[in-house]
């Protein structure tokens, strides 16, 4: 058997290797048209930073130690530039001598990864893209000798917002241009807005609905708001499309996503090919549609089951979630499945909880807060997605949620997870009991709960809004117009609140619950603001820049 795999990083490589731990007298030739293989290319942003001081850290193979170990033959600076199904044969170039031949395969397999999108509107200014070691190499060397003082990164998703804090680290001002009114689009606005506020805390000149549209002479950019921004250096992280190049001159079926389609086990519409990675659609975990998951977990799970496929142990690949994580100048930002605005677009039903726990018992020196935003099914109960923002802690709690959403438990099944407990990390009652508990008192209807892009419609019904704060608290920043009566002398206030649709709000939302059961315990129809105080300032911060506020509070 001979197999050739397009590609020698993320899911080309894990396939290449699994594939000889199962066949030891398979032929396997893996082509790379850049230089290096299996590097890795989440460590790039953190070289450009200095965190990672030593460029061969990236390096975690070579062509020799590959053959060494796994009898592969890898052949780099080559590149795959067409695929003949009939005679099973692709053409390859040496992209150094342009010298071209022809290899046959019984099995073929695609990772090409993905291409950048370009984010300048019809400017030519030269800019840099963060995907290779090229990349760093070309990047780090414009830092060296110009002695780069300014940098303009273009985007601000995952790898945008990764060589922000990077540029920052090695002391270079930065300013962010995003396109659409928010940063980190996988967020909804309300859990965005703490991450805007901590790039533009830590210096970075954020440029929201602004693309880059030319040069001013050296160093200098323009930004399509009129202005102009010093840029010694120009990242273009616009995002990526799923490179489709080969697949699509072989004629192979193309999915509604515009990755190369596959079924559960990797094989392409020819079944003689198979695709794994970036370049490739995978199955949405929430409604099975046809979707687009750019993570290096990914690739190398479906890596290495294309291997177990070719070799005969076909296991079908389960649906993706899309966990993510990032780091960002202390802040952790976590995500898994759909966000409330694409489930607003898809017209899902869904419920919402907001909490504000933090990570480990509050009495245990060194706790650190999050917030978290869960996502359910209106009608089965089921988890459709999560996002959290925050300090420690952070991390495990998406894991939890992740492996939640894959084994099928409802959210209020969160409840009763036993999950690990000492004070100094986590509470007896976990934040994933706690976003459990809020999750179940809105499927039986104890809690009923108000977003707060819903506030200003609510009020404009005619509801009322209680701020069951201390009076110091109100008084320390409170939302118009609302009216205090504090949690511990509501009971003896009643009769001073009207007999109308009351909204109750806390900090949090905690109290707030409380609030809301004596007040309907007491024959008033009360809601509780999900999330609280906080969650509303942070919403409305963001509320002219995000599709969500501009639906409802413009
Ligand atoms: C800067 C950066 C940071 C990242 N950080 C994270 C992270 O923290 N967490 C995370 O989950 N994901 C991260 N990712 C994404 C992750 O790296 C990718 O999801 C993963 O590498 C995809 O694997 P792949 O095999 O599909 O593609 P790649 O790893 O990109 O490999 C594709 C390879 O195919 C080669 N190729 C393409 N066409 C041809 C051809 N015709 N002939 C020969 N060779 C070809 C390319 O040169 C490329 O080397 C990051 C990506 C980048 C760029």
């Known amino acids: 058997?001979?197999?050739?795999?397009?590609?020698?990083?993320?899911?080309?490589?894990?396939?290449?290797?699994?594939?000889?731990?199962?066949?030891?007298?398979?032929?396997?030739?893996?082509?790379?048209?850049?230089?290096?293989?299996?590097?890795?290319?989440?460590?790039?942003?953190?070289?450009?930073?200095?965190?990672?001081?030593?460029?061969?850290?990236?390096?975690?193979?070579?062509?020799?130690?590959?053959?060494?170990?796994?009898?592969?033959?890898?052949?780099?600076?080559?590149?795959?530039?067409?695929?003949?199904?009939?005679?099973?044969?692709?053409?390859?170039?040496?992209?150094?001598?342009?010298?071209?031949?022809?290899?046959?395969?019984?099995?073929?397999?695609?990772?090409?990864?993905?291409?950048?999108?370009?984010?300048?509107?019809?400017?030519?200014?030269?800019?840099?893209?963060?995907?290779?070691?090229?990349?760093?190499?070309?990047?780090?060397?414009?830092?060296?000798?110009?002695?780069?003082?300014?940098?303009?990164?273009?985007?601000?998703?995952?790898?945008?917002?990764?060589?922000?804090?990077?540029?920052?680290?090695?002391?270079?001002?930065?300013?962010?241009?995003?396109?659409?009114?928010?940063?980190?689009?996988?967020?909804?606005?309300?859990?965005?807005?703490?991450?805007?506020?901590?790039?533009?805390?830590?210096?970075?000149?954020?440029?929201?609905?602004?693309?880059?549209?030319?040069?001013?002479?050296?160093?200098?950019?323009?930004?399509?708001?009129?202005?102009?921004?010093?840029?010694?250096?120009?990242?273009?992280?616009?995002?990526?499309?799923?490179?489709?190049?080969?697949?699509?001159?072989?004629?192979?079926?193309?999915?509604?996503?515009?990755?190369?389609?596959?079924?559960?086990?990797?094989?392409?519409?020819?079944?003689?090919?198979?695709?794994?990675?970036?370049?490739?659609?995978?199955?949405?975990?929430?409604?099975?549609?046809?979707?687009?998951?750019?993570?290096?977990?990914l690739a190398n799970r479906h890596g290495r089951s294309v291997a177990d496929s070719i070799a005969g142990n076909t296991e079908h690949a389960a649906p993706a979630l899309g966990t993510g994580i990032l780091g960002i100048f202390g802040l952790t930002v976590a995500l898994v499945g759909w966000s409330e605005k694409r489930l607003v677009a898809a017209g899902r039903a869904h419920r919402i909880a907001h909490t504000h726990p933090s990570n480990h018992a509050g009495y245990f020196p060194g706790a650190e807060g999050m917030s978290i935003k869960l996502l359910i099914d209106a009608e089965s109960d089921a988890i459709l997605g999560a996002q959290i923002v925050g300090g420690a802690g952070v991390d495990k709690r998406i894991d939890v949620l992740a492996v939640a959403m894959a084994a099928g438990l409802g959210a209020s099944a969160l409840t009763r997870l036993e999950l690990a407990y000492a004070p100094q990390y986590a509470s007896a009652k976990d934040p994933i009991n706690q976003l459990g508990y809020v999750a179940d008192n809105l499927a039986q209807g104890t809690s009923v709960n108000l977003q707060w892009h819903e506030l200003e419609a609510a009020r404009a019904a005619g509801a009322v809004l209680v701020d069951v704060r201390s009076a110091e608290e109100f008084a320390a920043g409170s939302i118009p117009g609302a009216l205090n009566v504090s949690l511990d002398e509501l009971r003896a206030r009643l009769f001073e609140l009207p007999r109308v649709p009351l909204i109750v709000h806390c900090q949090v939302g905690q109290r707030g619950h409380t609030a809301a059961r004596i007040l309907t315990e007491s024959g008033f129809d009360a809601q509780n603001l999900d999330g609280g105080y906080r969650t509303w300032l942070a919403g409305t911060s963001s509320l002219m820049a995000s599709p969500i506020a501009e639906r409802v509070l413009v």
Request: glycine residues 12%; proline residues 3%; charged residues 20%.
């Open 1 to 297: 058997m001979k197999i050739i795999i397009v590609g020698g990083v993320a899911g080309g490589m894990s396939a290449a290797t699994r594939l000889r731990r199962l066949d030891e007298t398979a032929q396997i030739i893996v082509f790379e048209r850049g230089h290096y293989v299996s590097f890795a290319n989440c460590g790039l942003p953190y070289f450009v930073g200095g965190i990672i001081r030593n460029r061969g850290d990236l390096l975690l193979q070579t062509p020799q130690s590959l053959g060494a170990r796994f009898a592969l033959d890898v052949r780099v600076d080559t590149e795959v530039v067409r695929i003949d199904r009939t005679a099973q044969t692709v053409s390859v170039r040496n992209v150094l001598t342009g010298d071209e031949s022809i290899e046959h395969y019984d099995r073929l397999v695609l990772a090409a990864g993905a291409s950048a999108r370009s984010g300048a509107t019809g400017s030519t200014i030269p800019t840099y893209t963060l995907r290779t070691v090229d990349d760093v190499d070309r990047i780090t060397a414009v830092l060296a000798e110009a002695g780069a003082a300014s940098a303009v990164v273009m985007g601000g998703g995952f790898i945008g917002l990764e060589a922000v804090e990077n540029l920052v680290h090695r002391g270079v001002h930065v300013t962010l241009v995003q396109r659409g009114p928010q940063i980190f689009t996988p967020l909804d606005p309300e859990m965005a807005a703490p991450v805007l506020d901590r790039v533009r805390e830590r210096g970075v000149d954020v440029r929201l609905n602004t693309t880059v549209t030319g040069t001013a002479g050296a160093g200098t950019v323009i930004l399509s708001d009129g202005t102009t921004v010093p840029a010694d250096l120009v990242i273009d992280a616009s995002g990526v499309r799923p490179d489709v190049t080969l697949a699509e001159q072989a004629g192979l079926r193309i999915g509604e996503s515009g990755g190369v389609w596959v079924d559960g086990t990797q094989a392409t519409s020819d079944p003689l090919i198979f695709a794994v990675g970036d370049g490739v659609e995978k199955m949405d975990a929430v409604d099975g549609s046809g979707t687009l998951v750019t993570m290096a977990g």
